[in-house]
């Protein structure tokens, strides 16, 4: 029976066919897209030769994320939003075609490279928060922090299989097909969606105005279950993000070895996916900020861990650790984003969540290169991690709420103690 209790909740996917659906259709598209990832990177490698425009792209896709994240959740919270999702899938899916069609020209424009980029980047910012509304709509409250924990698993999931199955593909019959299969793996995408009900917010829809933006932010920043959750996830990324570390670290430690680099990203997916499949306790988390605030510490103080160990084995436990607390934190921002949110506001918070929690861990890369250059990469790790400990506990102790915040009936439509 208790280990019944430890695995995965399922119940979201057998009582809801609509879930269940959008689930499965998810975790497809969610595969083609981490192959696309792995391709664009190829890409640009093989034309320039160079880190730093890899690490471009991923600046590219960021900034028009936040921008277009921000005033997105807006047209999310005044529109049909399954009705969205079809539209911004099926440009999604033009895209992945727009990469296949250059990919198959024998293109070797970076610029058109970092173009399709920042438009992947702009579309998703919406397309994101808007998938992130139907989970209230489809299922019983006290589901969600079930279904958020499913989403997770798909999504680390398609970060194992996906990129591995770019290199077998990659190396079979190129570039370009890696980009098709992406196109077409947008169907699922669009099925599972298609099938879905109409998703109109509840009550009178929202201004399409800066108003409403404001409206938005103001309400995420007076509700402090809100204010923490985002808090809470700025601290452990912004301050302890370390992959841009990886290559350098992977030099000093390991020899350089692609074959070790490999290794280090997928440890974090593998303690994601792992955390997913052992997720069965978070429908039992009666509060889950300070819940957030326990696994963003446990994020940083593994990140700590990385920068001090110097095995291999030791490194990738401790990356694993890290993946796993992550899962955790992300599944417990998601649940409370979603339920202490009235479903008028729902698209709004949802935008502002996925900012948060896409577009900063770019910044976390970027500040933990930035420490790496005038240090060492060992010490950014572990000073970055250090931080995140000591940043969840600031949060801890100034936002009191926060910690003691519950899941209640009526929590989404209050903004709840400042």
């Not at 991923?58 to 047209?75: F, M, T, Y």
């Not at 919270?77 to 069609?101: G, I, K, N, Q, W």
């Not at 009178?204 to 409403?212: I, Q």
């Not at 010490?379 to 969840?392: D, K, R």
Request: contains cysteine; hydrophobic residues 55%.
């Amino acid at each position: 029976m208790r280990g019944h209790r430890l695995l995965a909740d399922i119940r979201p996917l057998r009582e809801s066919p609509e879930y269940r659906r959008l689930w499965f259709s998810s975790a497809l598209s969610s595969i083609g897209g981490q192959m696309t990832t792995f391709a664009v990177a190829l890409q640009v490698f093989d034309i320039s030769g160079s880190s730093a425009a890899v690490g471009a792209v991923g600046l590219a896709s960021a900034v028009p994320a936040i921008i277009v994240g921000l005033a997105g959740g807006v047209l999310i919270d005044s529109t049909d939003r399954r009705r969205l999702v079809l539209v911004t899938s099926t440009v999604l899916a033009l895209v992945s075609a727009a990469y296949a069609a250059q990919a198959f020209a024998g293109s070797t424009a970076l610029w058109l490279l970092y173009v399709l980029a920042a438009a992947n980047g702009a579309v998703s910012a919406v397309n994101g928060p808007a998938r992130r509304t139907f989970m209230p709509r489809l299922l019983r409250r006290e589901l969600v922090p079930a279904a958020a924990a499913l989403m997770m698993f798909s999504g680390y999931f398609a970060m194992i299989v996906g990129p591995a199955l770019a290199g077998v593909i990659a190396a079979a019959a190129g570039l370009k097909v890696c980009y098709l299969v992406d196109a077409v793996s947008y169907g699922a995408a669009l099925y599972g969606v298609f099938r879905l009900p109409p998703m109109r917010p509840d009550g009178t829809a929202s201004r399409r105005s800066v108003a409403a933006v404001v409206e938005g932010l103001t309400f995420v920043v007076r509700n402090t279950a809100l204010r923490g959750a985002m808090l809470a996830d700025l601290s452990a990324t912004v301050l302890a993000m370390p992959v841009a570390l990886f290559p350098a670290i992977n030099a000093d430690r390991f020899g350089g070895s692609p074959r070790t680099l490999g290794l280090l990203g997928t440890a974090i997916a593998v303690g994601g996916l792992l955390g997913s499949m052992l997720s069965g306790p978070v429908r039992s988390v009666a509060r889950p900020g300070r819940a957030m605030l326990i696994t963003g510490a446990v994020w940083g103080a593994a990140v700590a861990g990385f920068g001090a160990v110097h095995g291999l084995a030791a490194s990738l436990a401790l990356l694993a650790v890290a993946g796993a607390a992550d899962m955790l934190c992300v599944v417990f921002r998601s649940t409370i984003v979603q339920l202490a949110t009235p479903d008028t506001m729902r698209g709004r918070t949802s935008s502002a969540e996925y900012v948060v929690g896409a577009a900063f861990p770019q910044v976390g890369n970027f500040r933990a290169g930035l420490i790496a250059t005038v240090s060492t990469p060992q010490i950014s790790a572990v000073a970055g991690g250090l931080a995140a400990v000591v940043g969840a506990g600031l949060i801890a102790a100034k936002l009191p709420a926060f910690v003691a915040y519950r899941h209640t009936a009526g929590a989404a439509s209050s903004p709840g103690p400042t």
